[in-house]
């Protein structure tokens, strides 16, 4: 606040009124024209890198235990708390752990935003760094499912959201053996996940078919009964249950 005042020349009052508003203020340059003196401050946002994701807190327990999950599977995913929002931040790295950006998730709902606005999100797996190319690999909407079922012994990755990308199918064919279609139980995740499987909604087929449903073994994640949005929100048992019912599409047989 004391450099506030002094790059805006305002009172020390004056100054904490100003940066109210402003929600990422640590993460900010005020610059003012030293010769005029009379533009107005501008924000120079910081640049998105590896320092600026470490600015970040761990996880509170509560905010753990409200999920279902735990602090070692949000090290696993690098996941990390903005404390002055009480929101996840959930990184979206490329292949190599370059940072893109992240997502930012409230803790309380379904809301969130990626950062920056325009990241390319589309082009990276959340988790990625956690697969060894070997087993099963669950592939979830949220970031947080994927931590959650982590935390329950299993192998899993996030897409960001219901539209999985040619980038995203390639990075997790070639990380795993066996693929489990865990997508939300909507009407957007049962579209996306016909998809994949190289069909269409009437059942006919699409382009995904020949590059990925006949590359790798795919099941999909039965959620039976259940009124259950996604797996994040589900009992350890039911998700075993699901898993051991999962079948080869969402309308077809079921796995042997």
Partial sequence: MTLVADVLGVTYDAAKAWLAPRTDVLATLMERDAWGGTSEPRVVVAPINEARLRSYELPPTQALTDRQITAESCAAYDVKWDLQKSAWILPIRTDEGLVLGWQVKGHVGREFKNFPVNVPKSTALFGLQTLDGTGQVWLVESPLDAV?????????????????????????????????????????????????????????????????????????????????????????????????????????????
């Fill in 148 to 256: 959650r079922l982590h935390g329950l012994g299993y192998k899993a990755v996030s897409s960001y959201g219901a539209s999985v990308s040619d980038k995203q199918m390639r990075l997790l064919i070639e990380n795993s053996e066996t693929v489990i279609m865990a997508l939300d139980n909507d009407k957007a995740g049962q579209t996306s996940t016909l998809k994949i499987l190289g069909m269409n909604g009437d059942g006919s087929a699409n382009r995904f078919y020949d590059d990925y449903s006949q590359r790798i073994r795919m099941t999909v994640f039965n959620y039976g009964l259940s009124e259950h949005k996604d797996v994040g929100d589900m009992h350890e048992a039911e998700i075993t249950w699901g898993r051991a019912e999962a079948r080869h599409s969402i309308e077809r047989e079921r796995c042997v």
